[in-house]
């Protein structure tokens, strides 16, 4: 009985120092990462792909000028937080090929359809440094893997460089692990990439009623 209580114990201790993201002596001291950590790992980097743009069904290309009100549907990769970096890309400018396609195949875990109305130039606003101009109206749909987990975002762009213009992207809906989601994702522009469309990250971070140890999971593998 008093190995039972005494384990017992050790398995409290151990438990709350999860939870509190401290950490606990029992016969050693255990050490566990702190909890926003872990919160600041559910991030996406995004990489759009130009040579999937469509713009006004295809009767332009993705360059300026862009004009009030056009109409673009274009797809991009989705790859953990810390991808562009770990693979030597210090600048945060990859992701995608020149001439298209996924740079990092064998790190990408989904793919990101991108589909709304232009308000504003982003590549004059870019080469302008109008940053925090609002750039359209998207929506965003993250499919994951097979496509069994899929998140529908909605919300207004901003122009920025290297996040410094977050913007927040209400829930529209999703399936698997998202089919109960609410809240806000944020979007934050990056900088242009190599194909000639934009680099973003999106953080899940502040999603309501999606079980953060399963997203980590979906994210990381």
């Known amino acids: 009985m008093p190995q039972l209580a005494r384990g017992l114990s050790q398995m409290v201790l151990l438990l709350s120092a999860l939870v509190l993201g401290g950490q606990a002596s029992a016969s050693e001291t255990v050490k566990f990462p702190p ?6 790992s559910l991030k996406l980097e995004i990489s759009f792909d130009r040579t999937l743009a469509n713009v006004n069904h295809g009767a332009k290309m993705l360059e ?9 549907l274009i797809t991009g990769y989705v790859y953990p937080k810390g991808t562009w970096i770990a693979n030597g890309c210090p600048e945060l400018n990859c992701g995608v090929n020149p001439s298209g396609g996924a740079e990092y195949p064998n790190d990408q875990i989904g793919t990101i359809i ?16 109008d940053y925090g101009e609002e750039v359209g ?15 529908e975002l909605r919300g207004k762009t901003l122009l920025g460089i290297y996040g410094s213009n977050p913007a927040p992207f209400s829930v529209l809906g999703g399936t698997g692990i998202f089919s109960k989601a609410a809240g806000d994702a944020l979007e934050v522009m990056i900088i242009p990439n190599a194909s000639g ?4 990250i ?6 309501r009623n999606v079980n953060p140890w399963l997203l980590k999971h979906l994210i990381d593998g």
């Not at 909890?35 to 600041?40: I, Q």
């Not at 991108?114 to 440094?129: A, E, I, S």
């Not at 999106?202 to 999603?207: A, I, T």
């Open 64 to 72: 300026p000028p862009i004009n009030y009100g056009d109409v673009i």
């Open 197 to 200: 469309a934009f680099n973003f």
């Open 202 to 207: 999106v953080d899940l971070s502040g999603l």
């Open 114 to 129: 991108c589909n709304g109305n232009f308000l504003n130039d982003p590549f004059v606003g870019f080469q302008n440094q």
């Open 137 to 151: 109206l998207f929506n965003l749909n993250i499919s994951f893997g097979d496509g069994e987990n899929m998140l």
């Open 35 to 40: 909890l926003k950590d872990f919160f600041h």
